[in-house]
């Protein structure tokens, strides 16, 4: 099946450092991938959806200047979260779309754990 | 804006119960409904329903959609201590099946 890598799986950093993350689909070309945010014992938000080759679109209420998104290739998309803050830290999480899959199952990354101390 | 509301949003049992979680939307464009399971960190795939009153079925588990109502369950059967986890309802409108609209989660506790 499709697999999606994410990583790093965990990092800390500290506060005003930024932080990229990276989503890579192994064996199928993803020319859309969606980021999400997932707070403790909270559901998954939809950030933004990231599209190969031109401007991510972002959800309401979240900065794009502060979460940068570049997807520059079929098979790559970053998050970089600028200046983080400890009111960053959170469960990242990205998922690709196949570019012709009708089926509906979406393929997670494994996650990325951010801390801001 | 679409909605996804999950209930409960805490189950305790014991092996052997049967649970039912249950997960009612409100979207503008409905074009599906999917479960997940994450246990630590990725959620993955459990079912994905389209049409109203055809059950979906894998092993222990299954899932029917009921649109007339705007809702879904998922059942589980005999359960195990390996079924503890949150379960995850989204909808996927629009154009894009990747653009889920996730509920708040259900978390399953099993104890043996």
């Known amino acids: 099946g499709a697999v999606v890598s994410q990583h790093p799986s965990r990092v800390i950093c500290k506060s005003g450092t930024s932080v990229k993350i990276e989503c890579r689909s192994l064996?199928?070309?993803?020319?859309?991938m969606f980021w999400y945010r997932q707070f403790p014992k909270q559901s998954l938000m939809l950030m933004a959806t990231s599209n190969e080759g031109s401007k991510a679109t972002y959800e309401q209420g979240v900065e794009k200047d502060k979460f940068l998104i570049n997807h520059a290739s079929l098979t790559l998309s970053t998050l970089t979260v600028t200046s983080a803050h400890p009111e960053d830290s959170s469960f990242y999480i990205c998922s690709a779309e196949p570019g012709q899959s009708n089926s509906g199952k979406l393929f997670f990354g494994s996650g990325t754990q951010l801390s801001v101390l | 804006e679409d909605k996804v509301v999950q209930s409960p949003l805490s189950l305790v049992v014991h092996e052997g119960d049967t649970v039912t979680l249950n997960c009612s939307y409100e979207?503008?464009?409905?074009?599906?409904l999917l479960w997940y399971k994450q246990e630590k960190k990725a959620p993955t795939f459990l079912f994905m329903l389209t049409s109203s009153g055809i059950e979906k079925k894998s092993g222990r588990l299954s899932s029917i959609l009921d649109k007339k109502e705007l809702s879904s369950i998922l059942n589980i059967t005999a359960t195990q201590t390996g079924d503890s986890a949150i379960y995850l309802c989204a909808e996927a409108g629009g154009t894009s099946y990747g653009k889920l609209t996730f509920g708040q989660g259900t978390i399953l506790t099993v104890h043996p």
């Open positions: 979207v503008t464009n409905f074009r599906s």
């Open positions: 064996d199928f070309q993803a020319t859309t």
